[in-house]
């Protein structure tokens, strides 16, 4: 019926930044259809910062990946064949199926995509995951308000670029954060942001300061490291710092982590400032809120977004190691498969 399905299983756990032999592509055997479930053919793999932490045998808010078990992802599929009520063949899904072409799930636990509300792309991208965390951990978390600054670093990335630009919608001044001068003109002049400085520039804790010269009333946390090193003095009296991910430091070893923590929280105390880790799925309930502001904001031209496309699911190791390294320009994705076979 189909092509041999192919998949990436995690070969080894990286020991600092992961490396190509940490994955291994292989066949396997198509399994067979129970009750209820479902075959899907991806057509889109999202590739996110997270897919790290999963790499690595340690407690986090999510199980690690198995060694040689498929790695995780979200993916946006074609329903090939269901034995479930809740989709039909053709239907078009999210689904969290992971680095393979097929896959077999409960049908139960997908999600179909309004190919209406814009390319089915964007189910994994601004209309989905990442433009989510956005909006919930800024408006929810950050609580930005007209006339305040707001701060963001990967600032073209998939959830930056958003926080940036809702950050906007609600009267906020927002200032960027980004790799290169690129990424920054982009930032600025596509985005329509403030301003935007590059984190490699060695003038860049002085270019920050001057370019917040109120100081930093929400900062969006996306990277830690350096960068916060330089956001953190400025920061103002009951300043809201959403904690949402700290790429710099995903692939610190015992040896490269910053020992500062006592002293930053010192400054925490005195401030008073409100620090909040957050995972997007703590505010599922503010799904229905996001697709219906969201999906008029892109409408509108109000929210861009940028798409970064490798091709076949055989790039996405190097994609994904890329990504770590901000050799993305936008959301990183992997197209799998067609759109229809
Ligand atoms: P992006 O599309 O922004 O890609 C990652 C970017 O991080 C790179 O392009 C690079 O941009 C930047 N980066 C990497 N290393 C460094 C570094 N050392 N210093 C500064 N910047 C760096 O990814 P996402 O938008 O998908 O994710 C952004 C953050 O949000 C991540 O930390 C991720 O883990 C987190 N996240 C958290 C969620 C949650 O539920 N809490 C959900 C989704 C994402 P540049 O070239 O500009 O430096």
């Known amino acids: 019926m189909t092509a041999s ?46 897919m790290r932490g999963r790499m690595n045998d340690a407690a986090s808010y999510s199980a690690p990946v198995a060694i040689d078990a498929v790695m995780e992802g979200g993916t946006v599929c074609e329903v090939m064949a269901s034995n479930s009520d809740a989709v039909a063949k053709g239907d078009l899904v999210l689904a969290h199926s992971g680095w393979q072409t097929y896959s077999v799930v409960d049908g ?29 951990g800024l408006l929810d978390i950050g609580q930005p308000k007209a006339g305040e600054t707001v701060v963001v670093a990967a600032a073209s990335g998939a959830v930056g670029s958003a926080v940036g630009q809702i950050a906007m919608i609600k009267g906020a001044r927002a200032v960027g954060i980004a790799g290169g001068k690129e ?12 301003d935007c400085l590059d984190h490699r520039d060695p003038d860049f804790a002085a270019k920050l300061k001057a370019a917040c010269p109120d100081g930093i009333d929400v900062y969006f946390e996306n990277v830690g490291g350096e960068v916060f090193e330089a956001v953190f003095p400025l920061l103002n009296f009951f ?25 930053m929280m010192r400054t925490i105390l005195t401030k008073r400032l409100t620090f909040r880790g957050f995972i997007v799925s703590d505010f599922a309930g503010r799904r229905g809120d ?17 798409e970064f496309v490798t091709e076949g699911l055989d790039s996405a190791p190097e994609a994904f190691m890329g990504l770590l390294k901000g050799k993305n320009f936008g959301k990183q994705l992997v197209r799998v498969g067609p759109d229809k076979v």
């Open 5 to 50: 399905p192919k998949r990436i299983v995690l070969a080894a756990r990286p020991h600092g930044e992961p490396k190509p032999s940490d994955f291994r592509l292989e066949d396997y055997a198509m399994p067979e259809l129970g009750e209820g479930q479902v075959l899907l053919r991806t057509i889109w793999l999202s590739l996110d910062p997270y």
């Open 108 to 136: 139960n636990i997908l999600r179909k995509i309004d190919p209406s509300l814009g390319p089915i792309s964007t189910g994994i991208g601004i209309l989905g995951m990442p433009g989510m965390t956005a909006y919930t």
């Open 183 to 194: 990424k920054c003109d982009y930032v600025k002049n596509e985005l329509g942001f403030s």
């Open 239 to 263: 300043a809201r710092i959403p904690v949402c991910g700290l790429i710099a430091s995903y692939s610190d070893t015992a040896d490269t982590t910053p020992k500062w923590a006592g002293k």
């Open 290 to 306: 996001f697709l219906r502001d969201m999906s008029v904001w892109v409408k509108e031209g109000k929210v861009k977004y940028k």
